[in-house]
């Protein structure tokens, strides 16, 4: 409350990160806490022991900040070397579809393994999936509203915006996204689909890919799919 102090031995049992610190930095400020830390000389009943606490929470914020931009600028770096990140897309009977009708317009193994990012012998277990059901799976198309927030983790780091535009460009662009308001939340995306479990199973590595991409910059998501035309949500 207002007015208590915190008294402990060390920094270190206080707070588990350089980003937890800074965060308890800016909330005993707000509800007026002092903290002694003994073993540390730090009371921030003093003017020096303030001083010396944020002092301390600022580097940390920084050194927090300077992380987060490295990693971004590392994950940029390697994806300008056709580097991938997480674990591998889902081989979805409406990608199965399309890489045996490219398959019949005459693409080869390797312009398909290279096309799809796949292995070659994926490419074959694909074609060989098609060729063995008793009919090519016919494709359906459906318009879908997606609603998606994307936050920060804490108010100590930035990257929302980087994870939004990264979003737009390497998940949400597979579906022909349009953005419905310049200032909103709200994405139409066109899905490809052989039946219901298969749209259900793209939604959510959809869902997979767009929460990696927020957590890569250290943030996350919320989200919510409608299918437009029905009452089917996700």
């Known amino acids: 409350r207002e007015g208590d102090t915190l ?5 270190d049992s206080l707070a588990r990160s350089v980003v937890h610190l800074a965060q308890l930095a800016k909330r005993f400020e707000n509800e007026k806490i002092d903290l002694l830390v003994l073993d ?3 009371d921030t009943r003093t003017s020096t022991g303030r001083l010396m606490f944020n002092m301390l929470a600022s580097i940390a914020e920084f050194e927090n900040d300077l992380r987060t931009e490295r990693q971004a600028e590392g994950i940029a770096k390697a994806r300008e070397n056709g580097v991938k990140f997480g674990r591998p897309a889902k081989l979805t009977e409406a990608k199965k579809k399309d890489i045996y009708s490219k398959r ?7 312009q398909l393994a290279k096309e799809f990012s796949l292995g070659e012998a994926t490419i074959y277990r694909a074609l060989n999936a098609i060729k ?3 009919t090519p799976p016919e494709m359906k198309t459906t318009k879908v509203i997606l609603w998606l927030q994307v936050e ?3 108010q100590f780091v930035r990257g929302k915006g980087k994870s939004s535009r990264d979003i737009e460009r390497y998940c949400l662009s597979d579906y022909n996204a349009k953005k419905i308001d310049k200032e909103g939340w709200e994405y139409e995306l066109t899905f490809q689909y052989t039946d219901d479990k298969d749209l259900e199973e793209q939604i ?3 869902c997979e890919e767009m929460a990696r991409e927020a957590e890569s ?3 996350f998501i919320e989200c919510h799919f409608t299918e437009v035309g029905s009452d089917r949500s996700w």
């Not at 008294?7 to 920094?11: E, F």
């Not at 019949?104 to 390797?110: M, Y």
């Open 132 to 134: 063995q059901s008793d």
């Open 7 to 11: 008294i402990i031995t060390r920094l």
């Open 40 to 42: 540390q000389n730090i």
């Open 152 to 154: 920060n983790n804490s």
């Open 217 to 219: 910059h250290n943030g």
């Open 204 to 206: 959510c590595d959809l």
């Open 104 to 110: 019949l317009a005459g693409s080869t193994i390797g």
